[in-house]
C-alpha cells in the first residue's frame, strides 16, 4: 500500500504541463484560424450582397426600359406622322402614341418621360386625347396620370467629367455612313437642348440611357446596372445605298 502511494506521488511529479510559449503559440494559433475564417465569411457575405443588388438592379432596369420602348413602339400613328413632340429635352421625351384594333384608332396619348436627377427617378406623365381625330388628336385640359417608372436611376458614365443623356435623338441622314471599322448608318445624332417644331419633324429614332441601381442605394460599379436601347420609328428601313429622302414613320 505504501508502495502504490510512493508510485502514484512519483508519477504526479513526472507529469508537466505547456510552457507559457507553447499556450502563446496556441492562442496566436487559433487567433490566426479565427481571423481568417471570419474573413473568408465576410467576402463571402459580401460577394453575395452584390450579386443580390446587381439582380434586383437589373430586373428594376429592365422593367422601365421595356415600359417605354412597348410604348415607342406605339408612336407611328399613321405614315408621315411626328411621334417626338416639340419641347423634348435630354432628360424629358415627349411623344404620342396609341393603341387599338382599329385601323384608325378613335383615341390616343401623350407620354412624358421625365427623369428627375436629384430624387433620381424616371415618371411617366400620360396625358389622353380629349379631342380631335385620327392622326390629330388634342389634349386640352387633360390632367396627366403620373407613374413612376424607377428609383435610384443615374446617367450612364461616358468618361470621369461627361455622361451619357438619357434620351438622345436621330435623325436620317442625307446619304448614309460609311466606315470601315463601323456598320453602315442611314442616321446622325441631332443637337438638342430644348427641341423646336422643326427638329421634332425630323426626329427618326430615339436611343435611351440609364444606369439602373438597386434599393439599397449602394451606388459602387459593381452593383449597378446600365441599359441602352433604340427606337427606329419606321415601317420600313430606308435605302442605305441611295441619297435618303424618308421621313419619321414612313
Given amino acids: 500500500m505504501l508502495s502504490a502511494a510512493r508510485h502514484l506521488r512519483r508519477r504526479l511529479r513526472d507529469e508537466r504541463g505547456l510552457t507559457l510559449i507553447e499556450t502563446l503559440v496556441a492562442m496566436i494559433t487559433g487567433i490566426i484560424v479565427s481571423f481568417a475564417l471570419f474573413s473568408i465569411l ?31 413602339h406605339s408612336a407611328c400613328i399613321a405614315p408621315g406622322f411626328t411621334p417626338v413632340q416639340e419641347g423634348s429635352e435630354p432628360s424629358k421625351l415627349i411623344f404620342e402614341n396609341a393603341y387599338g384594333e382599329a385601323a ?8 412624358e418621360i421625365v427623369y428627375e436627377k ?15 381625330e385620327y392622326p390629330a388628336f388634342t ?51 441631332m443637337s438638342v437642348t430644348k427641341m423646336t417644331a422643326a427638329q421634332a419633324d425630323a426626329v427618326a429614332s430615339v436611343v435611351v440611357n440609364f444606369t439602373a441601381g438597386p434599393t439599397s442605394k449602394e451606388t ?31
Avoid at 450582397?49 to 422593367?63: E, F, M, N, Y
Avoid at 467629367?161 to 470601315?180: C, D, V, W
Fill in 42 to 72: 465576410e467576402v463571402s457575405l459580401h460577394q453575395s450582397s452584390r450579386l443580390t443588388d446587381v439582380v434586383q438592379a437589373s430586373q428594376l432596369g429592365r422593367t422601365a426600359m421595356t415600359h417605354i420602348v412597348d410604348e415607342l
Fill in 139 to 189: 389634349y386640352v385640359g387633360s390632367a396627366p396620370t403620373t407613374v413612376r417608372l424607377g428609383e435610384n436611376i443615374t446617367e450612364t458614365e461616358l468618361s470621369k467629367s461627361e455622361n451619357y443623356p438619357i434620351f438622345e435623338y436621330y435623325e436620317y441622314a442625307s446619304a448614309a455612313s460609311t466606315s470601315p471599322t463601323e456598320a453602315s448608318s442611314t442616321l446622325k445624332k
Fill in 220 to 250: 459602387s460599379k459593381g452593383r449597378l446596372a446600365p441599359f441602352s436601347s433604340q427606337t427606329t420609328f419606321a415601317f420600313s428601313a430606308p435605302n442605305s445605298e441611295s441619297t435618303i429622302e424618308d421621313t419619321p414613320c414612313e
Fill in 118 to 132: 436629384s430624387a433620381k427617378t424616371l415618371l411617366d406623365k400620360t396625358y389622353r386625347s380629349t379631342g380631335g
Fill in 104 to 111: 384608325e384608332p378613335a383615341s390616343a396619348r401623350k407620354d
